[in-house]
T-cell receptor, first 110, second 115 residues
Framework: QKEVEQNSGPLSVPEGAIASLNCTYS??????FFWYRQYSGKSPELIMF????GDKEDGRFTAQLNKASQYVSLLIRDSQPSDSATYLC??????????FGKGNQVVVIP | DTEVTQTPKHLVMGMTNKKSLKCEQH?????MYWYKQKAKKPPELMFV???????INESVPSRFSPECPNSSLLNLHLHALQPEDSALYLC??????????????FGEGSWLTVV
């Protein structure tokens, strides 16, 4: 089992809809969880971080964490064409190592 | 805009060249990182410096040599690279090592092509 899994293929959503991205992780002791957005040819940009169970909202983005299920998700409300990017889920391991999922490509269709 | 600055943005080097990638941050962060990212893959950790000391080397070949001259600067010295080392090299920093409250921020990256 991979340490961080993002299994969904490319996600196409109409403009204005909700994009939902999921991520599971294998290390039950993981404490910190991050979502990065990466545009093609650019570096990863932090979108959200979450440490506690439940929801965390920041503008159009909501991160959800369920440690019992070892599951973290990202919702993008009112999706815009500028949200088209690859979204990387990352989980903090010991000594500050970040384990990344392979990423999910999101395409927002105008 | 990222507060982690990397130079050069693009570098083309031959397999016998010696070159360096540079990274600078002025956020007072005490942990700095080098990651390597190939196309359509997630970033892979190479090195971690904590309080200017190398704390993690992820079994990186010796043709990559990191250096942390002070708390704001991080270099990656390159020598005798192979074409398969062509990738985006990302510098990152965080307040310190540890689990909580240490969000890692990435620079814009240096695109390296080895010919």
């Amino acid at each position: 089992q991979k340490e961080v899994e993002q299994n969904s293929g490319p996600l196409s959503v109409p403009e204005g809809a909700i994009a939902s991205l999921n991520c599971t992780y294998s290390d039950r002791g993981s404490q910190s969880f991050f979502w990065y957005r990466q545009y093609s040819g650019k570096s990863p940009e932090l979108i959200m971080f979450i440490y506690s169970n439940g929801d965390k909202e920041d503008g159009r983005f909501t991160a959800q964490l369920n440690k019992a299920s070892q599951y973290v998700s990202l919702l993008i409300r009112d999706s815009q064409p500028s949200d088209s990017a690859t979204y990387l889920c990352a989980v903090k391991r010991d000594n500050n190592r970040l384990a990344f999922g392979k990423g999910n490509q999101v395409v927002v269709i105008p | 805009d990222t507060e982690v600055t990397q130079t050069p943005k693009h570098l083309v080097m031959g397999m016998t060249n010696k070159k360096s990638l540079k990274c600078e941050q002025h956020m007072g962060h005490r942990a700095m990182y080098w990651y390597k990212q190939k196309a359509k893959k997630p970033p892979e950790l190479m090195f971690v410096y904590s309080y200017e000391k190398l704390s993690i080397n992820e079994s990186v070949p010796s043709r990559f040599s990191p250096e942390c001259p002070n708390s704001s600067l991080l270099n990656l010295h390159l020598h005798a690279l192979q074409p398969e080392d062509s990738a985006l090299y990302l510098c990152a920093s965080s307040q310190r090592e540890g689990v909580y409250g240490n969000t890692i921020y990435f620079g814009e990256g240096s695109w390296l092509t080895v010919v």
